[in-house]
């Protein structure tokens, strides 16, 4: 059910940009998951991409889709993020009559999985939950603009182990 709503949203998003293309954005970022459990810290390259849509000027909603490259840490052979997908609200504090530094805040959920092999046995796990965040953005000339931010997209258990997924990130933003 929730692999659907995010999808949903996604497909949503194109719909309700074309009735007010001034505010429909989307981006890519570039960033490192930090995953982390008492046994385990790994550090995996993502990619993300974004779209939203800012309803009002201090509020947006937004999709993402994530992957992670594969890497071996300890036992563990190709540990990866295969895919992580998130609906959020954005809370934004424009800075300046001309609105090229936002300061923001996100909160929404999130579904992911993530895969490894242990002694040659594929495993994989899927997971939910509420994630939240804070970042800037930073726009040149009101359209593109680069964006700084950190995300928890989980902090979870897993049969009794506890982890979470945190992410650094750096963007490119544009507007419509």
């Known amino acids: ?9 996604f497909m949503a998003m ?13 981006g890519l970022m570039v960033g490192k998951t930090e995953y982390e459990d008492p046994a385990l810290d790994a550090s995996l390259l993502t990619g993300t991409g974004r779209f939203g849509w800012q309803l009002f000027p201090f509020l947006a909603v937004e999709g993402r889709l994530a992957g992670t490259t594969g890497e071996d840490v300890g036992s563990l052979q190709d540990l990866r993020l295969d895919y992580l ?10 800075l300046g009559k001309k609105k090229k530094v936002n300061l923001y805040a996100m909160g929404g959920v999130s579904g992911y999985k993530i895969s ?20 800037i953005d930073l726009f040149a000339d009101g359209i593109n603009g680069l964006n700084f931010e950190w ?8 049969e009794g182990i506890p982890y979470t997924l945190n992410t650094y990130s750096i963007g490119y933003i544009r507007r419509f």
Do not use: C
Request: aromatic share 16%; proline share 3%; charged share 20%.
């Open 116 to 135: 490894y092999s242990d002694l040659g046995t594929k495993t994989y796990f899927t997971g939910d939950g509420v994630s939240y965040g804070v970042g």
């Open 1 to 9: 059910m929730r692999k659907l709503g995010i999808f949903l949203l």
């Open 85 to 94: 997908g998130s609906a959020l609200a954005k809370l934004m504090l424009p």
């Open 14 to 26: 194109p719909i309700l940009a074309h009735a007010d293309n001034e505010h429909f954005y989307w």
């Open 151 to 158: 995300m928890q997209y989980a902090d979870e258990e897993y």
